[in-house]
């Protein structure tokens, strides 16, 4: 019987449980996505029995649980911080200490009573580092043998960032940064600072960076004010912050938010307020701040293993700018992200740690294919569930007998300016929605970004979207020559679709800005002619890969937008009723739940379908 092991992680953020049996992922599942709360961090229980159920296997044939952190570590870190900075953080220490030892310092208790509602019998539990498990999802599922790895996020139980040499069944951590010491938190800082949430925007932080000018005076200041005040970069990468300014090791806050606003001269924005350039400017210096730190750990990395190859995770690893650089810095051969980087990612890293470190087992490569599937290791659901859905909300449908004819009719209504929202097989690992649970439009229709945003994302104009693009004209639209399966680089727009600027176009405020026609994918050129890039490969998803295929048959374009299916502040949507859900909650036009077109009623047109035969499955 092949070994069976269960990652989970759990209790900080986005938590979520793996199966890996005989060193294969069998599934993968964010824990938000069935309980519809977002970076839920409670214990994963329905994601462990989906992961269960869907490799047919019960508990009690579990050859061990691997736990992605290791708890009394990270007790020791938090009594330690509080001792070093005593008596400041004395408020929160009141209200966290408790907490810890109630909960957490009784973590394999409280591990072992979750995981008896799994089933009965006496699984053993193991604790692989937090950043031994990002750097083993980063590695073992990489296509490839050897490779430097670089793992970077706010904090595991002490460490914040590491670097190491991954060879073939081997991990060997060659040095660590330490808290409170950390890339990812003074990230975090600044999320905070420019008004986002701690944990979860950091993306839009990185979004709202390209507004900043590069040429101001301003701009340049803050860089300066970051580098002189808040963060020590040595050569090697290793960070030094003043602990003077940030609030994060004590306190209830990321900031010490007077000593902030002294230093820049402007307070933390409140969230939802206008977005001033003084924010704009500043999110721009603390990106190039953090790429500049990226860069040189990835020197270091390499000077240390002299390896071709670089693999990364770690919330920090999702800085797909960021990425984008240091790939095309040509440092590396190639680059392999693991899609999962954040937190949900070290349950994967947890299993595989306890598969190859425990026991030694050969190792497959797939080279030049990884191991994740595409990342599409979540729940499906069975054509009698959706029918089952469709029927429960009587909803308008037609059902296609041929795929071909779908993807002909979806393409049609994409070219003409509608919003469909895209439900097929499994739900995706990993932040990101690639195309099985994507909200898709036209991306040279100049208007789409600001009706994605507003009307049916309902969330800030400024944030772009990201194009699906066939792998094989990844080169014809991007300045990129291989694969991005994962959205987790941002690379330019070739110079022959980009239009040109207005001279005073960096004056101009932020709208203005957003909705000048940057290029012939207007919707998916963010406002420094970059864009965030998904290759859509015909064998990992064939049916994604069709639908755009069909596309560009009509329009000679091959690449959509493709954005998350969910609505700001909700998970990406797992079941076909949460699909229904948010597509009648918005303003979307149609929606495809596998083999059905669903529209919101009688008035909205069809298709004008070749299949003139289909037939209404719930009229
Ligand atoms: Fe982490």
């Not at 005989?22 to 519809?36: Q, W």
């Not at 994740?372 to 296609?400: C, D, F, V, W």
Request: charged share 20%; with cysteine.
């Amino acid at each position: 019987m092949p070994d069976h092991i269960l990652g989970i992680s759990a209790y900080y953020h986005d938590s979520a449980a793996v199966l890996l049996s005989a060193g294969e992922i069998v599934a993968a599942a964010h824990e938000e996505r069935f309980t519809r709360e977002k970076h839920d961090s409670s214990f994963p229980l329905n994601a462990a029995r989906y992961v269960l159920s869907q490799g047919g296997i019960a508990y009690q044939d579990l050859t061990a649980v691997a736990f992605y952190d290791k708890p009394y570590l990270k007790f020791e870190r938090l009594l330690e911080t509080y001792h070093a900075f005593a008596p400041r953080g004395l408020t929160s220490f009141v209200s966290a200490i408790p907490v810890w030892i109630k909960e957490k310092l009784f973590m394999k208790k409280m591990l072992r009573d979750e995981l008896h509602k799994l089933g009965e019998g006496q699984v053993p539990l193991l604790f692989p580092e937090h950043h031994l498990s990002h750097a083993a999802s980063a590695f073992y599922p990489s296509p490839f043998k050897q490779a430097a790895i670089l793992t970077i996020d706010g904090v595991g139980e002490w460490a914040t960032a590491t670097i190491g040499h991954g060879d073939d069944t081997e991990i060997r951590i060659i040095n660590e940064l330490h808290f409170p010491h950390s890339i990812g938190l003074l990230y975090s800082a600044f999320t905070y600072y420019t008004g986002f949430r701690v944990n979860s925007g950091e993306y839009k932080l990185m979004g709202l960076a390209p507004y900043g000018n590069p040429e101001a005076e301003r701009t340049r200041r803050y860089k300066d004010l970051i580098l002189s005040n808040l963060v020590d970069i040595r050569d090697d990468g290793s960070i030094l912050l003043n602990m003077d300014y940030f609030n994060f090791a004590t306190g209830l806050r990321m900031t010490f938010d007077h000593k902030f606003a002294g230093l820049f001269g402007i307070p933390p924005r409140a969230p939802e307020a206008e977005i001033d350039q003084a924010y704009m400017d500043l999110a721009l210096a603390i990106q190039q701040v953090t790429e500049e730190i990226v860069m040189r750990l990835a020197g270091t990395v390499k000077e240390r293993t002299g390896a071709e190859y670089l693999v990364m995770a770690g919330g920090v690893a999702l800085n797909s700018v960021a990425n984008g650089k240091l790939l095309q810095s040509g440092l590396f051969k190639d680059i392999w992200i693991q899609p999962a980087a954040g937190d949900a990612g070290g349950a994967l890293g947890a299993a595989y740690t306890v598969w190859y470190l425990g026991h030694q087992k050969q190792r497959n490569i797939n080279g030049p294919e990884d191991c994740m599937r595409g990342a599409y290791l979540g729940p499906e659901y069975s054509q009698s569930e959706i029918l089952g859905t469709i029927r429960k909300y009587g909803a308008k449908n037609r059902e296609y007998a041929q795929f071909q004819e779908l993807a002909h009719d979806v393409a049609s209504l994409l070219a003409e300016g509608k919003v469909v929202g895209w439900f097929q097989g499994r739900m995706e690992y990993g932040p990101r929605a690639l195309g099985n649970r994507s909200i898709l439009g036209d991306p040279r229709n100049p208007e789409m970004q600001k009706k994605m945003n507003l009307k049916i994302k309902y969330r800030e104009g400024f944030r772009p979207f990201a194009p699906a693009v066939l792998e094989e004209d990844i080169s014809e639209y991007f300045n990129l020559d291989r694969p991005s399966p994962y959205m987790l680089f941002v690379i330019p727009v070739l110079e022959k679709h980009r239009k040109p600027l207005p001279a005073d176009y960096l004056n101009r405020d932020l709208y203005q800005k957003l909705y000048f026609e940057r290029s012939d994918i207007p919707a998916v050129t963010h406002i420094d002619y970059s864009a965030r890039i998904q290759s859509v490969n015909a064998k990992t998803n064939p049916r994604f890969w069709q639908l755009i295929n069909a596309f560009k048959e009509l329009t000679g374009c091959g690449l959509l937008i493709n954005t998350s299916f969910n609505v700001r502040g909700e998970p990406i949507v797992c079941t076909p009723e949460d699909a229904y859900r948010c597509f009648m909650h918005t303003e979307m036009d149609y929606l495809v739940l596998d083999m059905y077109l669903l529209a919101k009623s009688e008035q909205i047109p069809w298709p004008k379908t070749a299949a003139d035969q289909v037939h209404f499955a719930a009229d």
